[in-house]
């Protein structure tokens, strides 16, 4: 009888312990790492302050302080943002934005924040109806007079980007109304100026936008001043090319010294249209290193993010696991102590297994996510770049608008990358830019010969296959430069009812061992095999290289 009598004394304990609990209110602490990650967050040391708050988002939501947690989120957005990762800012400031209660007074400014954020993002990502719709949210919870002008001005902006001159210009008008510093006048003005010319290229714009450019200089607005070399860059392009061309190094020097990537790249792209030949190819240059690492540094950053917002997860998952309910009052003492063990032993066990399972799916997930971001980078952007450069290298003469084309399209699939947008965006038919791509590649010691390569060859081809293909010969191509020493290279396209064949020949030395295992021509096979077709490699040191690629048209 003794161990039923300790059983149920346990249980008289236990039951009273949690009556006690149960009355006693929850009382907040005071969430010390929420003050860190303000702290970095002012200093600019940004990693240290996305940990910190997202341990103390964690922690606020235990507490249930959802204001508190709302402004984590927040903070944590406006980092993802800065660092490229627009999806991801937008997850976490929509989380925090659902955590806000909208009938609470108290709450409007971190209200109007949300709605802000999620208007700037959207733009970024150009996305302007989107972000219209979200300024125009954000208004009614503005309760500054400084901070609706910031909004109204945002506003404008993503009506300009739309086209939509005469809305943005009114709005622009109605901010230059109100009392505002020197600073803010100057921005509008600049702004308002702007969106005039862009409205009518013969509209006289150089005295506002000097103004607004000696106000920011009087005020050592650097920020502003890129802005205003911009607007001063674009506006003398035509009309006086050696005063843009001041203004664009005046831009890429004041982007250098403030520390922003975005706008150097912005001043190095207008650079490149308006310097002499000679200068160009050192801006290009530039641009493309600068552009690189950006890419590499933003990419670096998002799985980084990724990585800590899964440990927050996890540690949610130990926390649910850890958590039992209180035994219910009509349960009887015995069952509600078996059943408290049964639970606990099936608790632990779904612990144990969900914990190895989030592990090992988050693990995958950064792997994954790196070894397609590496593919695409190789496949969409080194390739491109290494065409370009074998162009500027091997021609004393180019076209200058034909580099701009390429240099735009190399930032717009770097960018893209990201967000998983096809970069099929050309006005060429297929043929037309598999031939341009080929040809890029000749030189005065290279003759590339192409036969039957047709608008009508390719009809009835779906668009992943021709994709696939023009990768594919573009790493055959980059592959051939790099390694073969060829002299001259033939490919020839023919088709026999349902089954295309590429032959490719050159007479180079052929298939070095190294070449043999790189990753390129690894992805290549992989890409042949997922649109069900086969590749053949005949490599001879005398005859140099024979491919053979052949697939089904359906």
């Known amino acids: 009888m003794k161990p039923i009598i300790l059983l149920l004394n346990f249980l008289l304990i236990l039951l009273s312990c949690s009556k006690k609990d149960h009355k006693q209110p929850v009382q907040k602490k005071e969430n010390i790492l929420l003050d860190k990650g303000y702290d970095y967050f002012i200093v600019n040391k940004t990693d240290s302050a996305y940990i910190y708050l997202n341990k103390a988002q964690e922690l606020a939501i235990q507490e249930k302080d959802s204001a508190a ?5 927040t903070m944590m957005g406006v980092i993802a943002t800065n660092y490229g990762d627009h999806l991801g800012a937008q997850e976490l400031t929509i989380k925090a934005y659902s955590l806000l209660n909208k009938k609470d007074t108290a709450q409007y400014k971190r209200i109007e924040s949300c709605l802000y954020n999620l208007g700037d993002i959207s733009s970024r990502l150009d996305e302007y109806d989107e972000a219209i719709d979200f ?67 013969g509209y006289h714009a150089q005295t506002d936008l000097l103004k607004a450019l ?14 205003s070399y911009s607007h001063l860059a674009d506006y003398y392009e035509k009309k006086q090319p050696d005063s843009a061309l001041l203004y664009a190094n005046r831009m890429y020097q004041n982007a250098t010294g403030n520390k922003s990537p975005d706008d150097q790249l912005d001043a190095l792209q207008k650079l490149v249209k308006l310097s002499p030949a000679k200068q160009t190819k050192d801006y290009f240059l530039r641009y493309l290193n600068l552009n690189d690492s950006i890419l590499t540094a933003r990419n670096i950053s998002k799985n980084q993010f990724a990585v800590i917002r899964f440990q927050v997860e996890r540690h949610k998952a130990d926390n649910l696991i850890l958590q039992r309910k209180n035994t219910e009052k009509n349960y009887q003492l015995l069952m509600a102590f078996t059943g408290l063990v049964l639970l606990t032993i099936g608790g632990t066990l779904y ?4 914990k190895q399972r989030l592990a090992l799916e988050a693990r995958k997930a950064i792997q994954d996510n790196q070894l397609k971001t590496s593919k695409k980078v190789h496949d969409r952007v080194a390739n491109k770049i290494y065409r370009v450069i074998s162009e500027i290298e091997n021609k004393d003469d180019f076209d200058k608008n034909h580099l701009l084309d390429q240099l735009d399209d190399i930032y717009n699939t770097s960018r893209d990358i990201s967000y998983e947008i096809t970069e099929n965006k050309q006005r060429k038919t297929f043929s037309e830019q598999l031939s341009s ?27 992943n296959k021709k994709s696939e293909i023009y990768i594919v010969l573009m790493e055959l191509m980059t592959n051939m430069r790099k390694h073969s020493q060829a002299t001259t290279v033939n ?10 064949s590429i032959n490719y020949n050159d007479n180079g030395v052929g298939m070095l061992t190294e070449t043999k295992q790189g990753n390129g021509l690894r992805n290549t096979e992989i890409r042949i095999k997922n649109i069900s077709g086969n590749i053949t490699f005949e490599s001879n040191d005398k005859t140099g290289l024979k491919i053979l690629i052949s697939f089904p048209v359906n």
């Open 69 to 73: 947690a709302s402004y984590c989120l």
């Open 214 to 227: 000696s106000i920011r200089l009087q005020n050592n607005d650097l920020r502003g001043l890129n802005a």
């Open 491 to 500: 490919l020839s396209f023919q088709r026999a009812e349902n089954c295309i």
């Open 437 to 463: 791509m080929l040809f890029a590649y000749a030189t005065g010691d290279l003759i590339v010969d192409i036969v039957n390569n047709s608008d009508d060859f390719w009809l009835e081809v779906s668009e």
């Open 135 to 201: 300024f125009k949210q954000a208004l009614p919870y503005s309760k500054t007079n400084e901070r609706t002008i910031f909004i109204k001005n945002a506003l404008a902006n993503s009506y300009r980007e739309k086209k939509d001159y005469q809305r943005a210009i009114k709005i622009q008008q109605e901010i230059l109304k109100h009392d505002i510093d020197k600073v803010e006048y100057a921005r509008i003005l600049s702004n308002l100026t702007y969106t005039k010319w862009l409205n009518n290229p």
């Open 351 to 354: 612990y144990r297994k969900r």
